[in-house]
């Protein structure tokens, strides 16, 4: 009884500690997993059209490629919560990360829409998967009070990753192909896999309850700060509460269900818009007339935006709240997607208008997106946090599952005034989702109340 009285609450030590450069620099390599992440799941939107002229096929084969491989990350996202919860969060992400790139290489060799359909199916379970438990990490390597910001920063890297994919699609496409894009896009997340074996530890909320693994714990603890003493032992303040054995079921217990239906409904109706813009913006904006390094330049632009807007994003909401921060961007980005569906979008338009009405959007729709991640990570504690991220990512999967057929229909039919009108509607519901989540994260000035 003296020793479990005299044991270290992990949690509780890191909330109180400073963030320490070690602390940072943990963020930034799951955050570069991220970035590989973000090259992989835009690669396939950039080449599209290239494909299309390669093999002679219309847009429209392409949608059950984007749609089924948004079906793997759904299943992903669902399944490598559960094992992040289970086994650990970097063995989840690091197999992720291995998954995605070894069939993103594979991916290379395909000649025809049915095989690359299913190795974008296969692909997108690593691609789906790596998210939520790079945001678990992220959110328990650091304090609480820094935690949202540190967890926007690791998601953020979804639309980093694709600037540089657009970026190297102007530059690179051109040169060597797009089966030698997708090549060098799977072997580099593999190579930087086997690195962070070794340089990434396990996540110490997650060490905690594994005793065996208590030397782990005790190193990633010193090397952030703390002084422990020899023969320290650490307490886990769940266990022995029914979360602490929680099963699906728990997400809908009273105490989260009304939480966890919101950020389904957001997670769906954010990603369907974001993913609609990551998997057909190059090819519409090549359907309306633009040439293809305009056409990219579209997508790094919706990108980039994104970057700024979710960056911006993280810190306004460590200040003032989630709530505040989230809705305000989600209206910007209703407004818009709005006047990007009322305007010319042609090589006759104002090129400069466009770009500028894409990035804005970009911006306050990515950096809805991000901080997601980061509001989910709050909502839910240590014991079902990766399952609850996952989950509420594998459901917001359906909508990105939907863009394959909901995008090519809006392009063919009725072009950027539907297609942008379907990213306006999206955001709407997505506003009244976010509106519903009880527990936003707090502004600053109330943490730890």
Do not use: K
């Given at each position: 009884?003296?020793?479990?009285?005299?044991?270290?609450?992990?949690?509780?030590?890191?909330?109180?500690?400073?963030?320490?450069?070690?602390?940072?620099?943990?963020?930034?390599?799951?955050?570069?997993?991220?970035?590989?992440?973000g090259?992989?799941?835009?690669?396939?939107?950039?080449?599209?059209?290239?494909?299309?002229?390669?093999?002679?096929?219309?847009?429209?084969a392409?949608?059950?490629?984007?749609?089924?491989?948004?079906?793997?990350?759904m299943v992903?996202?669902?399944?490598?919560?559960?094992?992040?919860?289970?086994?650990?969060?970097?063995?989840?992400?690091?197999?992720?990360?291995?998954?995605?790139?070894?069939?993103?290489?594979?991916?290379?060799?395909?000649?025809?829409?049915?095989?690359?359909?299913?190795?974008?199916?296969?692909?997108?379970?690593?691609?789906?998967?790596?998210?939520?438990?790079?945001?678990?990490?992220?959110?328990?390597?650091?304090?609480?009070?820094?935690?949202?910001?540190?967890?926007?920063?690791?998601?953020?890297?979804?639309?980093?990753?694709?600037?540089?994919?657009?970026?190297?699609?102007?530059?690179?496409?051109?040169?060597?192909?797009?089966?030698?894009?997708?090549?060098i896009?799977?072997?580099?997340?593999?190579?930087?896999?086997?690195a962070?074996?070794?340089?990434?530890?396990?996540?110490?909320?997650?060490?905690?309850?594994?005793?065996?693994?208590?030397?782990?714990?005790?190193?990633?603890?010193?090397?952030?700060?703390?002084?422990?003493?020899?023969?320290?032992?650490?307490?886990?303040?769940?266990?022995?509460?029914?979360?602490?054995?929680?099963?699906?079921?728990?997400?809908?217990?009273?105490?989260?269900r009304?939480?966890?239906?919101?950020?389904?409904?957001?997670?769906?109706?954010?990603?369907?818009?974001?993913?609609?813009g990551?998997?057909?913006?190059?090819?519409?904006?090549?359907?309306?007339?633009?040439?293809?390094?305009?056409?990219?330049?579209?997508?790094?632009?919706?990108?980039?935006?994104?970057?700024?807007?979710?960056?911006?994003?993280?810190?306004?909401?460590?200040?003032?709240?989630?709530?505040?921060?989230?809705?305000?961007?989600?209206?910007?980005?209703?407004?818009?997607?709005t006047?990007?569906?009322?305007?010319?979008?042609?090589?006759a338009?104002?090129?400069?208008?466009?770009?500028?009405?894409?990035?804005?959007?970009?911006?306050?729709?990515?950096?809805?997106?991000?901080?997601?991640?980061?509001?989910?990570?709050?909502?839910?504690?240590?014991?079902?946090?990766?399952?609850?991220?996952?989950?509420?990512?594998?459901?917001?999967?359906?909508?990105?599952?939907?863009?394959?057929?909901?995008?090519?229909?809006?392009?063919?039919?009725?072009?950027?005034?539907?297609?942008?009108?379907?990213?306006?509607?999206?955001?709407?519901?997505?506003?009244?989702?976010?509106?519903?989540?009880?527990?936003?994260?707090p502004?600053?000035?109330?943490?730890?109340?």
């Open positions: 009884m003296q020793q479990q009285e005299n044991a270290v609450d992990v949690g509780s030590l890191i909330d109180a500690g400073t963030w320490t450069g070690y602390q940072r620099w943990l963020v930034l390599l799951v955050a570069m997993t991220i970035v590989f992440d090259i992989d799941n835009q690669l396939l939107g950039i080449v599209i059209p290239t494909v299309m002229a390669e093999w002679d096929v219309p847009r429209s392409f949608a059950p490629v984007v749609s089924f491989g948004y079906g793997g990350m992903g996202g669902l399944v490598a919560g559960f094992v992040g919860d289970r086994i650990g969060r970097r063995a989840a992400l690091l197999g992720s990360m291995a998954v995605f790139g070894v069939l993103t290489v594979v991916a290379a060799f395909v000649h025809s829409t049915e095989s690359l359909t299913v190795l974008r199916f296969l692909a997108g379970i690593g691609l789906g998967g790596a998210m939520p438990n790079a945001a678990a990490l992220a959110a328990e390597y650091v304090p609480a009070r820094v935690r949202p910001i540190a967890v926007t920063a690791t998601i953020v890297c979804v639309p980093l990753g694709g600037t540089l994919a657009g970026l190297l699609g102007i530059q690179v496409l051109p040169a060597i192909g797009w089966r030698a894009l997708f090549i896009g799977g072997i580099v997340p593999l190579v930087a896999a086997v962070l074996r070794f340089l990434l530890p396990e996540s110490p909320q997650f060490l905690v309850r594994r005793r065996d693994r208590w030397h782990e714990l005790i190193a990633v603890m010193r090397r952030m700060g703390h002084t422990l003493a020899p023969g320290t032992t650490f307490v886990d303040p769940a266990v022995g509460r029914a979360v602490s054995q929680a099963s699906f079921g728990t997400l809908f217990s009273a105490a989260f009304r939480d966890t239906l919101a950020l389904w409904g957001s997670f769906f109706s954010c990603l369907l818009a974001v993913y609609l990551f998997s057909w913006l190059t090819t519409l904006l090549s359907g309306a007339g633009f040439d293809p390094a305009t056409a990219n330049t579209g997508i790094t632009a919706f990108n980039l935006g994104g970057v700024v807007g979710a960056l911006l994003g993280g810190v306004v909401i460590t200040r003032l709240g989630s709530r505040l921060a989230m809705l305000t961007m989600t209206g910007v980005a209703i407004g818009g997607a006047g990007l569906a009322m305007m010319e979008i042609s090589p338009a104002s090129l400069f208008t466009i770009m500028a009405m894409l990035t804005l959007t970009g911006s306050m729709i990515n950096g809805v997106q991000t901080t997601m991640y980061a509001l989910a990570a709050h909502v839910y504690p240590t014991a079902i946090r990766a399952r609850g991220v996952g989950t509420a990512v594998a459901f917001g999967r359906i909508g990105a599952f939907m863009t394959g057929f909901i995008g090519s229909w809006a392009a063919d039919m009725g072009g950027t005034q539907a297609f942008f009108g379907v990213v306006a509607a999206m955001m709407v519901v997505t506003f009244v989702s976010l509106a519903l989540v009880s527990r936003h994260v502004a600053t000035n109330r943490v730890g109340e």
